[in-house]
């Protein structure tokens, strides 16, 4: 009985983390890269900069590909 609820106890807990699945956490990445894409668009791209928007747009891409498999 002292195994068991522990485990009960543990399961708890547990079930009441705010853990984050796989699908969350790739919306919320493709959230943040088009949040800095946009703040990145608003003067004017360096090389740097424009750079850095192809591989967002590269991730962002990847990132959707994977949710739309999965989903």
Do not use: H, Y
């Not at 705010?18 to 088009?34: F, V």
Request: aromatic letters at 6%; proline letters at 1%.
């Amino acid at each position: 009985m002292g195994v068991g609820a522990m485990f009960s106890f543990l399961d708890k807990l547990i079930s009441k983390l705010p853990i984050q699945d796989r699908k969350e956490r790739w919306k919320n990445k493709i959230d943040k890269l088009k949040t800095e894409k946009r703040k990145i668009l608003r003067g004017e791209c360096n090389e740097k900069e424009s750079r850095r928007i192809t591989a967002i747009s590269i991730r962002i891409n990847k990132l959707e590909r994977l949710f739309r498999n999965v989903a």
